[in-house]
């Protein structure tokens, strides 16, 4: 009995720490996204790291869908969180894409050690769009991205 409880903790553990890992793409009906063109980069060396991407959202339903407000949320471990509100009309068409290009200014939390590159803590985003459909009806969709600290060569 004691090595299948030590198995199920184990076996919990496993599943746990597999969540933390990068999340690049989802679902939060009736929007499908993705984070497409990851990359890590700076203009010389006395320039910040950017980390760069494009969020794709894909619609779902028959009608189209009008995002009026977008509150991104980023958390970089080491150095605190940063939010902003953003007013606008991201409009997703019937069955088809928006592609939106996002980036954000990497930082260290010290200057001890080896901090760039791909040693840089990458920010966790949370990114929530509110809108309506062609019909009235209230849309919310909420993205939770977990960027690779190593992204693929473009």
């Not at 299948?4 to 499908?32: F, K, W």
């Not at 009235?136 to 600290?149: H, K, N, T, Y």
Request: hydrophobic share 40%; net charge positive.
């Amino acid at each position: 009995m004691r090595r299948l409880s030590a198995a199920v903790v184990v076996l919990i553990a496993i599943q746990g720490c597999a969540t933390l890992g990068p999340q690049t793409s989802g679902v939060d009906e009736p929007i499908e996204w993705r984070a497409l063109d990851l990359k890590l980069d700076r203009k010389d060396q006395s320039s910040p790291w950017v980390y760069s991407f494009t969020l794709e959202l894909r619609n779902t339903l028959t009608r189209r869908i009008t995002f009026t407000e977008m509150e991104r949320k980023l958390y970089q471990p080491g150095t605190g969180s940063n939010v902003a509100t953003f007013k606008g009309q991201w409009v997703v068409p019937a069955g088809l894409t928006l592609r939106l290009p996002m980036s954000s200014s990497l930082r260290c939390a010290s200057l001890a050690g080896n901090c760039s590159g791909t040693h840089m803590p990458i920010p966790l985003w949370k990114i929530t769009f509110t809108g309506t459909d062609d019909s009235g009806q209230s849309v919310r969709v909420v993205i939770d991205l977990r960027l690779p600290a190593d992204p693929p060569s473009s």
